[in-house]
């Protein structure tokens, strides 16, 4: 089993309409969790960040962790066309007041918001 | 908003040359990552630097692979003998101190090795 998966798209939906991205993951130990969103040719750019279970709101962004069922979401309320990207969850173990974890991506799902 | 630089933003080369590649982190971050995309690929971790040294490598990130913090502000990826299966891109990360900072990524250099 791979250590994150995430559903790799592409997904096409309509302008204004409400996105589910989601990820699973193998490793119990992974407590912080990020998606980033990605423009071609671009670096990765942190959209929201959570640590544990739980819903975090941001703007048009929600992001949902589930440790239970190793499971992560974020939803986009009214889709924009600059919405149009691919989305990478990113997850690490983060000890304690260490950093010495290292994040691990998911693969990415392609979106598209057609206007 | 304070944001991770990397240069050049494309490098080609030839197979068995020397290059390195060049990141400016965020100035109060303290933490210091390169990763890497294959085209069409995910983002793999190469290794990460604190305190002036390898807090943690990946079995990609063999021999061949070096970084260096030569002063305050530059962090950089050298990669000795570069091999056709290295062209991808290189992609610097910091984070500041403290377990719920995240990463911050700059634009990547894109290596193409011919």
């Known amino acids: 089993q791979k250590e994150v998966e995430q559903d790799p798209g592409p997904l096409s939906v309509p302008e204004g309409a409400i996105v589910s991205l989601n990820c699973t993951y193998s490793?119990?130990?992974?407590?912080?969790f990020m998606w980033y969103r990605q423009y071609s040719r671009k670096g990765p750019e942190l959209l929201m960040y959570t640590y544990s279970s739980g819903n975090k709101e941001d703007g048009r962004f929600t992001a949902q962790v589930d440790k239970s069922s190793k499971y992560i979401s974020l939803f986009i309320r009214d889709s924009q066309p600059s919405d149009s990207a691919t989305y990478l969850c990113?997850?690490?173990?983060?000890?304690?007041?260490?950093?010495?974890?290292?994040?691990?991506f998911g693969p990415g799902t392609s979106l598209s918001v057609i206007p | 908003e304070p944001e991770v630089t990397q240069t050049p933003s494309h490098q080609v080369t030839q197979m068995g040359q020397e290059v390195i590649l060049r990141c400016v982190p965020i100035?109060?971050?303290?933490?210091f990552y390169w990763y890497r995309q294959i085209l069409g690929q995910k983002v793999e971790f190469l290794v990460s630097f604190y305190n002036n040294e390898i807090s943690e490598k990946s079995e990609i990130f063999d021999d061949q692979f070096s970084v260096e913090r030569p002063d305050g502000s530059n962090f950089t990826l050298k990669i000795r003998s570069t091999k056709l299966e290295d062209s991808a891109m290189y992609f610097c990360?910091?984070?500041?101190?403290?377990?719920?900072?995240?990463?911050?990524f700059g634009n990547g250099t894109r290596l193409t090795v011919t």
């Open positions: 100035s109060n971050h303290l933490y």
């Open positions: 490793n119990s130990a992974f407590q912080y």
């Open positions: 990360a910091s984070r500041g101190q403290g377990w719920n900072s995240p990463l911050h």
């Open positions: 990113a997850m690490s173990a983060a000890p304690w007041l260490t950093s010495y974890d290292k994040v691990i």
